[in-house]
């Protein structure tokens, strides 16, 4: 299972574009990219999947260099309701490359301020 | 579609105790998983199943059972509770991505 390394914790201001990058060194071949999002006393919450280059829905993109070692989630113009607990998840995705059991990382704390 | 149900919300346990965390869901998803949450802290994985009857241990199985008879239940057992399993306990289902239920909270005190 390849193991995800992130920044644990991120500070940032309204409006501001905000990158998190995950490190997953050792990425297997079918192994897709999830990225999810945490508020406190829920469960995490899809936001974003990408396999290579980037992926773009409404509210995130999502990139990955060609090596795939790494990636990239970008939040547009973030707001105070985007503080929260960002998790990167290698080995999700349609073909479970990395298998059934899905751990998760220690994700990264983004706080949002005026 | 209601999605992925737990129960209960909230429960307080005294040590030595016994209980059981109902997950349900109504997607027909055959993957399902068990997690818990300490306090600031991740996700660990406790069990998982790939379907019907069929179980395996995460990260941190110990003092949990887990049962497997349909798709749509997924219920895990504590069978001596210990205040160490204080933790907040997530269910979810396993599609492409996960989904994940509201989550119980358990105090063993």
């Known amino acids: 299972l390849a193991k995800t390394t992130q920044p644990i914790s991120m500070d940032s201001y309204e409006g501001q574009e905000v990158n998190i990058t995950c490190s997953h060194n050792n990425i297997a071949t079918n192994d897709y990219i999830t990225w999810y999002q945490q508020f406190p006393s829920q469960g995490p919450r899809f936001i974003i999947q990408g396999y290579k280059t980037k992926v773009t829905n409404e509210v995130a993109s999502l990139f990955i260099p060609a090596d795939r070692k790494s990636s990239t989630l970008s939040l547009p113009r973030v707001s105070l309701s985007d503080t929260a607990v960002y998790y990167c998840?290698?080995?999700?995705?349609?073909?479970?490359?990395?298998?059934?059991?899905?751990?998760f990382g220690t994700g990264t704390q983004l706080k949002v301020e005026l | 579609n209601a999605g992925v149900t737990q129960t209960p919300k909230f429960r307080i346990l005294k040590i030595g105790q016994s209980m059981t965390l109902q997950c349900t869901q109504d997607?027909?998803?055959?993957?399902m998983y068990w997690y818990r949450q300490d306090p600031g802290m991740g996700l660990k994985l406790i069990y998982y199943?790939?379907?019907?009857?069929?179980?395996d241990k995460g990260e941190v199985p110990n003092g949990y059972n887990v049962s497997r008879s349909t798709t749509e239940d997924f219920p895990l057992r504590l069978e001596l509770a210990a205040p160490s399993q204080t933790s907040v306990y997530f269910c979810?289902?396993?599609?492409?991505?996960?989904?994940f239920g509201s989550g119980t909270q358990l105090s063993v005190l």
């Open positions: 979810a289902t396993h599609n492409e991505k996960l989904f």
């Open positions: 997607m027909n998803h055959n993957y």
């Open positions: 998840l290698v080995g999700d995705g349609k073909w479970r490359g990395g298998g059934n059991k899905l751990t």
């Open positions: 199943s790939v379907g019907a009857g069929i179980t």
